[in-house]
Nanobody, 121 residues
């Protein structure tokens, strides 16, 4: 597996999670990494993306102030912090490799296994 998301779980409303996307192999050099999520019965939506340079970040979600994307080059890992969690944040969260940042999941070239985040009310 070249992309592996982890860090999900059951969290109470108002809590926070730190999701990790471990990237292996050539993907780190050849792709930018984006975070997406898919709630039950809904389409996969883009959350955020970070380019090779940490200053090159994009957020696509409506209340983006609750989301923070970050990267650790030494660990080849991209993180997504989600704060002030709401029940509607319940979803499977995925990281993906893209040629360029985009909120469109169809533009992702590599997908990792997702991690479930469940927010209890």
């Amino acid at each position: 597996v070249q992309l592996q998301a982890s860090g999900g779980g059951l969290v109470k409303t108002g809590g926070s999670v730190k999701l990790s996307c471990a990237v292996r192999g050539m993907i780190w050099d050849d792709y930018v990494i984006g975070w997406f999520r898919q709630a039950p019965g809904k389409q996969r939506e883009g959350i955020s993306c970070m380019g090779v340079d940490s200053w090159n970040t994009e957020y696509y979600i409506s209340d983006k102030e609750r989301f923070i994307i970050a990267r650790d080059d030494a660990k080849m890992t991209v993180y997504l912090h989600v704060n002030s969690l709401k029940p509607e944040d319940t979803a499977v969260y995925y990281c993906a490799g893209l040629i360029r940042c985009s909120s469109n999941s169809a533009e992702a070239r590599k997908w990792g296994r997702g991690t479930q985040v469940t927010v209890s009310s």
